[in-house]
């Protein structure tokens, strides 16, 4: 025999009632530059253990040198590292450098310029021991986190229906801005930061009204996600998230 209850006429599916949203909030936080640098610090951990390795071996073989092909490929790396983070390559500017690099590398495959190229790399002897890569990676490591997790926290944004705040934690300030009529907006994105900061972009808010205001948050990471729903939130009406 099947038992059946009841189920009362108030909390029935049909005849509750739609409740309320809960109160939401987003925060973003911008970032310094130094946010793309972590392949820095971990090319220079994977250098210093290929390093070491290769000290080992050499140890054993009398006459013989450290390969150019590690230091070689680090300073490489911080090269471009100073390019990609100083440099700002939006939208089409990230497709043209893009295309001019494969031209070039084309262009010296076609005169045949590249196994020159290859016979003068190894000239170009660049040798760092063990303890470089160890204590500059661990320098960098420990600089960025600081920056991550501390410094670039120390101000942000709040963001949550009819209201967008910026906080300062050192000083205790804030500002706050009506959300009505106000706009987000994602610049032009940045091949090179998008994939280094795991869909970093810059974030821009405009403000209208008499005190119309520009805010540009730098380097927010998931740019795309967090303007997705920023859009969502705010379209919110402040009574109904009450």
């Given at each position: ?7 009362p ?63 070689l ?24 450098a ?76 804030a500002?706050?801005f ?65």
């Amino acid at each position: 025999m099947t038992q059946q209850s009841e189920i009362p006429a108030g909390n029935s599916a049909a005849g509750a009632l739609p409740q309320p949203p809960a109160v939401q909030e987003i925060t973003v936080y911008g970032h310094s530059t130094l946010l793309y640098w972590w392949p820095a610090w971990a090319l220079g951990f994977l250098s210093a253990l290929l390093n070491a390795g290769q000290e080992r071996f050499l140890a054993t073989v009398e006459g013989a040198r450290p390969s150019w092909a590690v230091g070689l490929t680090y300073v490489s790396l911080l090269l471009l590292l100073i390019v990609f983070t100083n440099v700002k390559l939006r939208g089409i500017n990230s497709v043209v450098a893009l295309l001019t690099i494969a031209f070039i590398a084309v262009l010296l495959a076609w005169f045949g310029w590249w196994d020159d190229i290859a016979r003068l790399i190894p000239y170009l002897w660049v040798h760092m021991n063990t303890g470089f890569y160890i204590v500059f990676s661990t320098g960098l490591l420990i600089i960025w986190l600081l920056m991550f997790f501390v410094f670039d926290r120390l101000t942000y944004w709040r963001i949550r229906p009819g209201q967008m705040t910026e906080e300062h934690l050192i000083g205790g300030g804030a500002e706050s801005f009506d959300t009505n009529g106000l706009r987000f907006e994602k610049l032009g994105s940045d091949f090179f930061r998008m994939v280094l900061g795991s869909g970093a972009g810059d974030l821009k808010a405009t403000t209208t009204g008499d005190r119309g205001t520009t805010i540009e948050i730098p380097n927010v990471v998931l740019v795309n996600r967090k303007v997705h729903s920023i859009e969502r939130l705010i379209s919110v009406k402040p009574e109904r998230a009450s």
